[in-house]
């Protein structure tokens, strides 16, 4: 996934700047080497960048591609996001063996995931499924499911179509029934602060509206100091008229307790939205939501 995501953004750097070249370097990170721990377990989301970030800030290499889901909130000192890639669309979809929707699955079916948000989500939707912790790529997942090891997977739509994966899907999760992560469905170019050859290279990449939408999330996402180990959902969309709405959810691991809050607000004050909205989800958010 992650090279198909830097050759995209490569052919795009190439088609917008047809007189440079642009090089991939692959750099494998802890978060791909370590297949078979929950990220809570191991050291957060962080895991999938942090490598890539040191080459960044030694010179190794001038732009970062990451699904912007995987990045933490603060980034290190010296490093920005350059770029917001048009969104794609952000919602999870359930993968079954026989295309059965999730309505339909039996009491007691195991359904795989690597997700606390996703976790949560279901437990809360369907108490009598059983959630199995599930980690690798997308054919390493799909495989287990083959194999009989789980009756579901839970997986984010997007990546299913980049993989050119979409006919597996049984069901696109709305919503309303399963909230997305934080910056799903979104690529983000890191690159060095004011790096002057870097910016204009970037600038015919960026979607302004998509960069509005992830910039309310993260400051939801960031207000709640949010992990891997806390459920958390956002999704900002674009409302007309150069507003966006914000929709956030603090959830219980177990899904039995739920906090929400929707907001309105004109794009340019996106992150006042997702602030105001974060501090609004965790006044009065107990010890079970992992507040004190």
Not at 79 to 106: F, H, N, Q, W, Y
Request: aromatic share 2%.
């Amino acid at each position: 996934m992650a090279l198909y995501q830097a050759r995209l953004v490569r052919d795009r750097l190439q088609a917008a700047h047809p007189g440079l070249a642009f090089d991939i370097v692959p750099i494998r990170t802890t978060g791909d080497r370590e297949q078979h721990r929950l990220l809570a377990e191991i050291g957060g989301k962080g895991l999938f960048t942090k490598e890539i970030e040191a080459a960044l800030l030694d010179r190794r290499i001038d732009l970062a591609v990451h699904s912007l889901k995987d990045m933490e909130t603060v980034l290190p000192q010296g490093l920005e996001i350059g770029c917001v890639l048009p969104r794609d669309d952000p919602r999870d979809a359930l993968v079954t063996r026989g295309g059965t929707p999730l309505a339909a699955l039996p009491a007691g079916a195991r359904v795989g995931t690597a997700s606390l948000r996703r976790r949560a989500q279901l437990l809360r939707l369907r108490p009598d499924l059983a959630v199995v912790p599930v980690r690798g790529n997308v054919d390493t997942r799909l495989a287990k499911l083959a194999a009989g090891e789980v009756d579901a997977l839970l997986l984010a739509w997007c990546g299913l179509e980049r993989l050119g994966r979409g006919d597996a899907a049984a069901e696109i999760l709305a919503p309303e029934t399963m909230l997305p992560a934080v910056g799903q469905g979104a690529l983000a170019i890191e690159c060095r602060s004011g790096d002057s050859a870097v910016a204009p290279l970037l600038a015919p990449l960026h979607d302004a509206g998509s960069a509005a939408c992830v910039a309310a999330e993260r400051a939801m996402l960031a207000a709640l100091d949010g992990s891997c180990r806390t459920p958390i959902a956002g999704l900002a969309e674009l409302a007309g008229g150069g507003r966006l709405r914000l929709t956030a959810l603090l959830l219980t691991p177990d899904g039995g307790g739920a906090r929400r809050a929707e907001g309105e607000a004109e794009t340019g004050a996106a992150a006042a939205l997702g602030a105001r909205l974060g501090a609004q989800l965790r006044s009065g958010a107990g010890p079970e939501f992992g507040f004190g």
